[in-house]
């Protein structure tokens, strides 16, 4: 039994296929499965049901998995180890970001971080909240992006920025005219929201509902993307509430539309989460530390309403 065996295993556990799982380890599919079909004849047991479409762990594959998992992260943990005393900021490094943060935040670090740590293979995947606390737990990436808090005691959080919302207001609105507008002026059914999956809906959801009049879930319309209600409320189909580093970029006529809150505004906890027991903090403090230097000057709100980014429901 070797730890590249296991680490192959663990693939295939979370991708469900064996072409998908030999792409990310970087090896042949061929040689993946002879590897994998070695452990399983070691150990006297099939780990996978293969005639199942997708693949699906057996259930002696289940307790084998979550004890590679351990076997694995271990084996980690002792490069970290040596990485710490050394000093050095290298190495691969998994994170995810939520599909909120990422067009905005990430082109404004991703330059500095690898010019100042060429040494990081800093691998990044989209996901949403829920993916990202599962995939910190399983141990499949490093840190993330995401919304805070999140009332996860295995998760680590430190505070990035707070990011107030801002309404996009279109010009036959009830609210048009109003130079800054009022949480208790919104109104459920009148706000374009994104789809269901991301935490920005969620916070929205949980502002309006903090106002006693917004009791409805029949929702006018419902998008994928910020820029699609940005065109939809222009078009006059609704106000729309956006993060603050969404507004920009747009243009000097879109910005007429733009509507901040009273003080003290709603707004997000954006942090840099990990879980509790990750032992690459060399990277975690690299990567906080440019984060810092680059949004300092994009963001100086502190007197803020922090929106709670979980699900209410």
Excluded: W
Excluded at 56 to 80: F, Y
Excluded at 168 to 192: A, C, F, G, T
């Amino acid at each position: 039994m070797t730890i590249t065996q296991l680490k192959y295993t663990l693939a295939v556990a979370e991708y469900k296929n064996f072409t998908v799982a030999s792409e990310h380890c970087f090896v042949t599919q061929p040689t993946l499965s002879m590897q994998i079909q070695k452990l399983e004849d070691e150990l006297d047991a099939k780990i996978f049901n293969r005639s199942k479409k997708p693949i699906e762990l057996t259930e002696v594959g289940k307790k084998i998995i979550e004890q590679a998992k351990v076997i694995v992260d271990e084996s980690n943990r002792i490069v970290d180890i040596v990485h710490q005393q050394k000093g050095f900021v290298g190495g691969e490094f998994k994170l995810g970001i939520i599909p909120t943060v990422m067009p905005t935040l990430l082109p404004m670090f991703l330059k500095t971080f690898s010019k100042s740590y060429p040494k990081v293979q800093l691998i990044i995947e989209e996901l949403t909240t829920e993916e990202i606390v599962r995939k910190l737990t399983d141990g499949y990436i490093d840190a993330a992006l995401a919304a805070t808090p999140l009332e996860n005691e295995a998760i680590k959080e430190r505070v990035l920025y707070y990011e107030p919302f801002v309404g996009l207001i279109p010009n036959e609105h009830r609210l048009y005219d109003q130079k800054k507008i009022k949480v208790e002026d919104l109104e459920l059914d009148d706000i374009l929201l994104l789809e269901d999956g991301h935490c920005f809906k969620n916070s929205i959801i949980n502002l309006c509902r903090a106002n006693k009049k917004n009791t409805a879930h029949h929702f006018q319309l419902e998008s994928g993307s910020f820029d699609t209600l940005i065109k939809l409320s222009k078009d006059g189909l609704g106000m729309t509430l956006l993060p603050y580093l969404n507004t920009l970029d747009l243009n000097d006529k879109d910005k007429l539309h733009l509507r901040e809150f009273e003080t003290p505004p709603p707004a997000r906890e954006v942090s840099l989460i990990y879980h509790k027991s990750q032992l690459k903090m060399q990277l975690i403090e690299a990567l906080k530390s440019t984060i810092d230097g680059v949004i300092r000057g994009a963001i100086a709100f502190s007197d803020v309403d922090i929106i709670s980014p979980i699900n209410k429901n």
